[in-house]
């Protein structure tokens, strides 16, 4: 299993820019695809970003394309969420977590880690 540590979330103002890191343990980090959610008060938890485990592929949800970009750095057990021109529906506490990609479904694998807050005021 992956445990996993968020960082980087913060305050900003509208049009401004965040990069939220997640830090993950285990030498089998490698193996897994990894995956950014969001839960933004009052609403589910929600997909916003995956990469696979080498990093060749990644897909965002609508909301976000164009303006956020996840990568990962096997070397560091790392993966990346560099958020852009941020507005305030994006306003949430964000998660990263190892999934399995299966057809149509993107699966958390394991158990939550404590979030980072992104908080964009207007």
């Known amino acids: 299993q992956v445990q996993v540590v968020e960082s980087g979330g913060g305050s900003v103002q509208a049009g401004g820019s965040l990069r939220l890191s997640c830090a993950a343990s285990?030498?089998?980090?490698?193996?897994?695809?990894m995956a950014w959610f969001r839960q933004a008060p009052g609403k589910e938890r929600e997909f916003v970003a995956r990469?696979?485990?080498?990093?060749?592929?990644?897909r965002y949800t609508d909301a976000v394309k164009g303006r956020f970009t996840i990568s990962r750095d096997n070397a560091k057990n790392t993966v990346y969420l560099q958020m852009d021109s941020l507005k305030p529906e994006d306003t949430a506490v964000y998660y990263c977590?190892?999934?399995?990609?299966?057809?149509?479904?993107?699966?958390?694998?394991?158990?939550w880690g404590q979030g980072t807050q992104v908080t964009v005021s207007s």
């Open positions: 990469i696979t485990s080498t990093g060749g592929s990644t």
């Open positions: 285990g030498r089998t980090f490698r193996l897994y695809a």
């Open positions: 977590a190892a999934v399995n990609l299966v057809p149509g479904n993107i699966v958390p694998l394991g158990s």
